[in-house]
């Protein structure tokens, strides 16, 4: 029989601890702690997943401790940048996900505000944009779509989780002015978020869908949809069966940059770390699992980079809203 001393049982029970306590600890502490995410649309959109799927690379690498998530939908994106703006001292743990439509909303007037009165932190990828329809539908390619619509334009409604005028009906009227037709005559159809997009195409109410090719992506793999043409200059490894417009004859692509902002007068220490741990998930094979799953492209503009990217994007999506009509 075995027996202890009162010396050899605090010694024993000490070092059971400290291999407790060890093995429920990392080796490196995380570079952040704690990461709040907030997201300007509904769950299933592109916002929604590129929040969620750089929060999900950012823990699983360790290189922040834990992430939450918080979707605010309204005006377009418009409602979570005025939160922002409006709680800037307390939203100093907040990172706040966007993208190209925050530049166009600004341009058509449907905010009083723009990039430059946010943080900028980082661009961090690039998804192409899609057109998708149900999967019982008599559509099976682009074309088409574009032959119904030149049958009669106004039996076909494409719909789209953005504004008139927004990034998905900017992308429609692209394509269909590829196809020789007139882009401000598409009748669109706008919803708040992708997913009451999603519900409008699977209920019958819009015959396409206009969406981010990581959107289409997940949609096709549940089996609700056909993707019938993706703004991509060659088909993308995360979807082979996804053609491009291009090789069914229309000259349009389109990519669209997506990244994170934080809250105005944001302290420049607490900036550059988030910005160093943007960088740093690159190099992780937890990002490069969701960058694949998602279709994404590595797009990445840290700091004045983001700031000189929108800058040039500006004047590039104010040329072309003119020339189609939409300025």
């Not at 998905?168 to 919803?191: F, R, S, W």
């Not at 015959?207 to 993706?230: C, D, H, P, R, Y």
Request: aromatic share 10%; net charge neutral.
């Amino acid at each position: 029989m075995l027996k202890f001393s009162r010396r050899s049982f605090v010694a024993t029970a000490a070092a059971v601890a400290m291999s407790i306590f060890s093995s429920a600890v990392p080796a490196h502490a995380a570079d952040i702690d704690k990461l709040h995410f907030l997201i300007p649309g509904g769950a299933g959109g592109g916002w929604d997943g590129t929040a969620r799927g750089t929060g999900e690379a950012l823990t699983k690498s360790g290189i922040v401790g834990s992430a939450s998530f918080e979707n605010m939908s309204g005006g377009g994106g418009g409602k979570a940048i005025g939160y922002l703006i409006e709680n800037a001292a307390s939203s100093h743990g907040t990172l706040m996900v966007n993208s190209t439509p925050i530049v166009i909303r600004s341009l058509v007037g449907r905010f009083p505000y723009n990039f430059r009165d946010l943080t900028m932190i980082a661009g961090t990828i690039g998804d192409y944009a899609a057109f998708v329809v149900h999967k019982d539908s008599p559509l099976n390619s682009f074309k088409d779509l574009v032959t119904a619509y030149k049958a009669n334009p106004r039996k076909v409604a494409i719909g789209g989780g953005s504004v008139p005028g927004g990034m998905d009906h900017l992308v429609a009227a692209m394509a269909m002015q590829a196809a020789g037709e007139d882009p401000t005559k598409v009748k669109y159809i706008p919803y708040d978020a992708g997913g009451k997009a999603m519900a409008a195409l699977l209920s019958g109410e819009i015959q396409a869908l206009s969406t981010g090719f990581s959107e289409a992506i997940a949609l096709a793999n549940a089996g609700e949809v056909k993707i019938i043409g993706m703004t991509g200059p060659e088909r993308n490894d995360a979807y082979e069966d996804a053609p491009t417009l291009k090789e069914q004859g229309y000259d349009a692509e389109f990519v669209n940059w997506r990244g994170f902002f934080g809250a105005p007068n944001l302290p420049e220490a607490k900036a550059n770390a988030y910005r160093a741990a943007i960088a740093k998930m690159y190099d992780t094979p937890e990002w490069e699992a969701v960058r694949q799953r998602n279709g994404w492209v590595n797009i990445h503009n840290p700091g004045e980079k983001f700031v000189t990217f929108l800058s040039d994007q500006e004047a590039i999506i104010k040329d072309l809203m003119t020339k189609l009509g939409f300025l």
